[in-house]
Nanobody, 127 residues
Framework: QVQLVESGGGLVQAGGSLRLACTASGITLSYYTVGWFRQAPGKEREGISCISNRDDNTDYRDSVKGRFTISRDKANNMVYLQMSNLMPEDTAVYFC????????????????????WGQGTQVTVSS
């Protein structure tokens, strides 16, 4: 049974940092493309970062470029999302998701390609 669990969320002041972790069981995450998504209250879920399985190519939403970094921890079967210079508009529930297709790219927009999803972790940025 595949399970993804997000952790690392919390309350932080604007300008602060958090590191989210996506931990997998039932799969070896390094063989999967992983995406990070978020959903703010009253808004649709949006893709913010992803890393491909074939070449570890990454992609970022424009609003987080230069502030967020996605990376793999293959030894611990995890994917991290390092978030810096957080802003109140980053407040949302953050989800990780995995996709088994063997690709050199990843998608922030095509959620249907991601087969497994975590339950999410809340990130709240105060002004």
């Amino acid at each position: 049974q595949v399970q993804l669990v997000e952790s690392g969320g919390g309350l932080v002041q604007a300008g602060g940092s958090l590191r989210l972790a996506c931990t997998a069981s039932g799969i070896t995450l390094s063989y999967y493309t992983v995406g990070w998504f978020r959903q703010a209250p009253g808004k649709e879920r949006e893709g913010i970062s992803c890393i491909s399985n074939r070449d570890d190519n990454t992609d970022y939403r424009d609003s987080v470029k230069g502030r967020f970094t996605i990376s793999r921890d293959k030894a611990n079967n995890m994917v991290y999302l390092q978030m810096s210079n957080l802003m109140p508009e980053d407040t949302a529930v953050y989800f990780c998701a995995s996709d088994s297709a063997w690709l050199s790219y990843c998608s922030l927009n095509y959620e249907a390609m991601y087969e497994n999803w975590g339950q999410g972790t809340q990130v709240t940025v105060s002004s």
